[in-house]
């Protein structure tokens, strides 16, 4: 039995027992148990083995289902388990050889094929259990995206969401039970939807139009989108900063006096996998930080309110970390005994004493000093002049 599965994960479609393959209804006949959300164990009724619900919320049903390991059981789920599914939530818990899985068609392919939308250059979004903000990256004209969410109630929240950022022309396209005998597509734009009797699994294709504001995806966001009571490094800088931090994939990045948040919430922008924590002592700047990161669609920013380097203490080890505020030689000393070798540590400092700070660091530790100085034209008189900001040193270092 140990080189034997013992959890068979089913995927089904809206059309029940009949879209599965004889493998799958094999694993089926055999099992002595069989597990699943209530909705899924009505498509097979005349199930002959023991049945047990899976609880809600999800994660409640593991401990249960691990009580029976080594007992062949079937796990019944939507479509296919691994795109926005619950797969790989069970088989973390499991080795390779203890699970197989039988998948049928996701919601993404299905809704794909009806409108004849390349998945590849279409964004697929699970929204399910996720804020609407998570769109927000996606959104521009002529693009488009699939989407899945809860209910009725959901997409009508899409649509005012998509209507209140100046995209209420977006073309919507309900699909609703796909791929069963109550499918259903119907049509509407954002501004104009009207259904009230949205039928369950619903996913929503979006042609994005309108003439709201599109976000850049390049480093250097302008400074009107984000929050702030002035405490925020500005644009030019901070395109210069997140070009010295160089975020990868995967990696976490600490940002220590956050200000507004916008170091990090970039990072996060710059892909998916990325991790961020910023660190603000002020409570009320740490709660603009969430709204901030809400807004722009990077929820998973961790705001952690305290002074560092007492709040550093406990926290997932950072691949790079940013100083913004609270720059000191002991924040600098404890951090630089701290961090594992490898560690990219960039530091601003505005003030004569930060500046001595860092040019004695980058004359003990080496990395690179550069001195940031910009000007705007503004009126000068009848003419314009050049007015200076305050000079931004940098110092950019691996420990």
């Given at each position: 039995?140990?080189?034997?599965?013992?959890?068979?994960?089913i995927?089904?479609?809206?059309?029940?027992?009949?879209?599965?393959?004889?493998a799958?209804?094999?694993?089926?006949?055999?099992?002595?148990?069989?597990?699943?959300?209530?909705?899924?164990?009505a498509?097979?009724?005349?199930?002959k083995?023991?049945?047990?619900?899976?609880?809600?919320?999800?994660?409640?049903?593991?401990?249960?289902?691990?009580?029976?390991?080594?007992?062949?059981?079937?796990?019944?789920?939507?479509?296919?388990?691994?795109?926005f599914?619950?797969?790989?939530?069970?088989?973390?818990?499991l080795?390779?050889?203890?699970?197989?899985?039988?998948?049928?068609?996701?919601?993404f392919?299905?809704?794909?094929?009806?409108?004849?939308?390349p998945?590849?250059?279409?964004?697929c979004?699970g929204?399910?259990?996720?804020?609407?903000?998570?769109?927000?990256?996606?959104?521009?004209?002529?693009?488009?995206a699939?989407?899945?969410?809860?209910?009725?109630?959901?997409?009508?929240?899409?649509?005012?969401?998509l209507?209140?950022l100046?995209?209420?022309a977006?073309?919507?396209?309900?699909?609703?039970?796909?791929?069963?005998?109550?499918?259903?597509?119907?049509?509407?734009?954002?501004?104009?939807?009207?259904?009230?009797?949205?039928?369950?699994?619903?996913a929503?294709?979006?042609?994005?139009?309108?003439?709201?504001?599109?976000l850049?995806?390049?480093?250097?966001?302008?400074?009107?989108?984000?929050?702030?009571?002035?405490q925020?490094?500005?644009?030019?800088?901070?395109?210069l900063?997140?070009?010295?931090?160089?975020?990868?994939?995967?990696?976490?990045?600490?940002d220590?006096?956050?200000?507004?948040?916008?170091?990090?919430?970039e990072?996060?922008?710059?892909?998916?996998?990325?991790?961020?924590?910023?660190?603000?002592?002020?409570p009320?700047r740490a709660?603009?930080?969430?709204?901030?990161?809400?807004?722009?669609?990077?929820?998973?920013?961790q705001?952690?309110?305290g002074?560092?380097p007492?709040?550093?203490a406990?926290?997932a080890?950072?691949?790079?970390?940013?100083?913004?505020?609270?720059?000191?030689?002991?924040?600098?000393d404890a951090l630089?005994?701290?961090?594992p070798?490898?560690?990219?540590?960039v530091?601003?400092?505005?003030?004569?004493?930060?500046e001595?700070?860092?040019?004695?660091?980058?004359?003990?530790?080496?990395?690179?000093?550069?001195?940031i100085?910009?000007?705007?034209a503004?009126?000068?008189?009848?003419?314009?002049?050049?007015?200076?900001?305050?000079?931004?040193?940098?110092?950019?270092?691996?420990?």
């Amino acid at each position: 039995m140990a080189d034997t599965p013992w959890l068979a994960i089913i995927g089904l479609g809206e059309d029940g027992a009949a879209g599965l393959s004889v493998a799958a209804k094999a694993a089926l006949a055999e099992a002595y148990l069989v597990t699943g959300a209530a909705r899924h164990l009505a498509f097979l009724p005349d199930l002959k083995s023991e049945v047990m619900p899976w609880p809600v919320p999800f994660d409640a049903g593991i401990p249960r289902l691990l009580e029976h390991r080594g007992r062949r059981v079937a796990m019944l789920v939507s479509g296919d388990p691994f795109w926005f599914g619950a797969g790989t939530s069970v088989t973390r818990h499991l080795a390779p050889t203890e699970w197989v899985a039988y998948l049928a068609p996701s919601t993404f392919s299905l809704a794909a094929a009806r409108l004849g939308w390349p998945l590849e250059d279409t964004a697929c979004i699970g929204l399910h259990a996720a804020p609407l903000s998570r769109l927000r990256r996606h959104i521009a004209p002529d693009r488009r995206a699939l989407v899945l969410l809860r209910d009725g109630e959901a997409l009508a929240k899409l649509a005012c969401y998509l209507d209140d950022l100046g995209f209420g022309a977006s073309h919507l396209h309900v699909l609703e039970a796909l791929g069963g005998p109550r499918e259903r597509i119907r049509e509407a734009t954002a501004a104009t939807l009207t259904f009230d009797d949205i039928v369950h699994p619903v996913a929503i294709g979006i042609a994005f139009a309108g003439d709201g504001t599109v976000l850049p995806r390049t480093s250097g966001l302008p400074d009107a989108w984000f929050e702030h009571d002035s405490q925020i490094t500005k644009r030019p800088v901070r395109a210069l900063t997140l070009s010295a931090l160089a975020p990868k994939p995967g990696e976490t990045l600490w940002d220590i006096g956050a200000g507004s948040g916008s170091i990090g919430i970039e990072w996060l922008l710059s892909h998916p996998s990325t991790n961020a924590i910023a660190f603000e002592a002020d409570p009320v700047r740490a709660d603009r930080i969430r709204n901030n990161a809400a807004a722009l669609g990077v929820d998973r920013l961790q705001v952690v309110e305290g002074r560092a380097p007492d709040a550093l203490a406990d926290q997932a080890i950072p691949n790079a970390v940013f100083i913004g505020g609270g720059l000191s030689n002991a924040m600098l000393d404890a951090l630089w005994k701290a961090l594992p070798a490898g560690t990219r540590l960039v530091a601003n400092a505005v003030t004569l004493e930060s500046e001595a700070l860092l040019a004695g660091w980058h004359a003990a530790k080496g990395g690179t000093l550069m001195r940031i100085e910009l000007s705007d034209a503004a009126p000068l008189g009848t003419r314009r002049g050049w007015r200076a900001s305050y000079p931004v040193v940098q110092w950019s270092v691996v420990s």
